[in-house]
């Protein structure tokens, strides 16, 4: 077996922090490897990149996400008895469940339209700038309400639940208060959608047949034949509204590549509708959203000649495979004709993990965030808005990452600067 090779640091907790997305990748390239050894937070850790390392950790069995993340981040961003935290049957039982909610053709539709009215009303008659990202994740967040089915009158305040919903995407880069008042962010959501599982099966609300709502808190049965516990119908109902309030990011990310590549808005404003995935796509392959994931071996296994022992953690990187040149030619070039599509289900274009939603642990909501992202190009296009500023950076070091400083949109026509049309370095870092 061959050594895999180790970092000099004793520990690289504070390294991490600092160059936050690109940490594993630029260790690779100094050591000339995809695989190895180092500490995080005192903890023996094997971080790994590349289609190889994505098909270790969403084909087959050899490792687990049990016990893969720190404890905070888990509670914040899936929280224990979800379905990410399970294996084997289990897994695919509650995985069919998200797959049958999320990936029909008629659920797609339904979500992009209810996002795409509740944008038009947020907008309409607006005259001042506004933060696009603060106002994505409130348009996200009613429209996955009603998506999911809740009844308005059960919603209190959507632009409290917003809030709640993005503190928990923040805050969880770093321990701290931060990550502490996300956490009483979480109880405070998770027992607001107890209640209304609750009441749901007490009959005191309905809910639309074929809705979210309706599969996971009165319909589904687990592997054990089961319904899933009040609690555990309010863990995974947050699960899907979590994510969607979410693409708030990818939403800022298309908005900032729209503004640094004019040409493309000039294209969808003639119609080039045909080319809008490919332009999302690269997208969500070029901008920093989930840096890396976590996993357990579950036996001991030969890795390409190195020995990983069962119970050992692992780091895929996500953000380095797919920008590595390998895989992705010119990968920090903004390149809309490369054609991507989630489609492929391939273990290189991993933004969102890799392999088959139906079967591994790749995020089923793929079809959904692409659906919206072409909306909000189709939106922002037509008419055209200004996107401000059109050079703000991105920086790395940030998880989650976002454009410093936050982009402003304006109902106003937009100069175009010949300066605009060069995709910076690192999706925007400067």
Not at 92 to 110: L, N, P
Not at 248 to 257: G, K, M, T
Request: proline share 6%.
């Amino acid at each position: 077996m061959n050594a895999i090779p180790r970092t000099s640091s004793l520990d690289s907790t504070l390294a991490l922090h600092r160059e936050g997305y690109s940490f594993i990748s630029k260790r690779c390239d100094e050591l000339g490897t995809d695989i190895f050894r180092t500490r995080l937070m005192l903890h023996p850790v094997i971080c790994m990149r590349g289609e190889d390392a994505t098909r270790l950790f969403y084909e087959g069995g050899d490792v687990t996400r049990v016990g893969a993340m720190p404890s905070f981040v888990l509670r914040l961003l899936q929280d224990k008895d979800s379905v990410q935290q399970l294996d084997g049957e289990a897994h695919r039982r509650r995985k069919a469940m998200f797959v049958e909610v999320t990936m029909t053709e008629t659920s797609v539709a339904a979500m992009a339209k209810r996002f795409r009215q509740h944008w038009l009303d947020h907008f309409k008659g607006q005259e001042e700038d506004c933060d696009l990202r603060e106002a994505a994740n409130l348009i996200l967040t009613r429209a996955a309400a009603d998506w999911i089915g809740i009844p308005p009158l059960l919603r209190d305040d959507d632009g409290k639940l917003a809030h709640r919903l993005a503190r928990m995407i923040d805050s969880a880069g770093v321990p701290g208060p931060a990550a502490w008042l996300a956490l009483l962010s979480r109880r405070s959501v998770e027992r607001w959608l107890r209640e209304v599982v609750v009441a749901l099966r007490e009959g005191s609300i309905e809910a639309g047949e074929g809705s979210a709502l309706k599969t996971i808190g009165l319909t589904h049965r687990d592997a054990d034949g089961r319904p899933l516990s009040h609690e555990t119908a309010a863990v995974e109902l947050l699960n899907l509204l979590r994510p969607i309030a979410a693409i708030s990011r990818w939403i800022v990310f298309v908005a900032h590549a729209l503004a640094r590549n004019p040409q493309w808005q000039e294209r969808f404003q003639r119609g080039h509708d045909d080319e809008m995935e490919g332009f999302v796509e690269e997208v969500r392959r070029l901008y920093p959203f989930f840096p890396f994931v976590g996993a357990r071996v579950t036996r001991d296994i030969d890795w390409r000649g190195h020995m990983l022992r069962q119970g050992q953690w692992l780091l895929l990187d996500l953000y380095g495979t797919t920008h590595d040149p390998r895989l992705f030619p010119a990968p920090e070039k903004f390149s809309a004709e490369r054609k991507l599509t989630w489609r492929d289900a391939d273990f290189r274009f991993i933004p969102q993990g890799g392999g088959r939603p139906e079967t591994g642990h790749r995020c089923p909501g793929e079809m959904i965030t692409s659906e919206i992202l072409k909306e909000t190009v189709k939106l922002l296009c037509r008419p055209p808005v200004e996107i401000i500023p059109w050079d703000a950076a991105i920086p790395l070091g940030a998880i989650p990452a976002s454009p410093v400083p936050p982009l402003r949109i304006a109902r106003r026509a937009a100069a175009v600067d010949g300066d605009r049309r060069a995709m910076p370095t690192n999706g925007g870092a400067k």
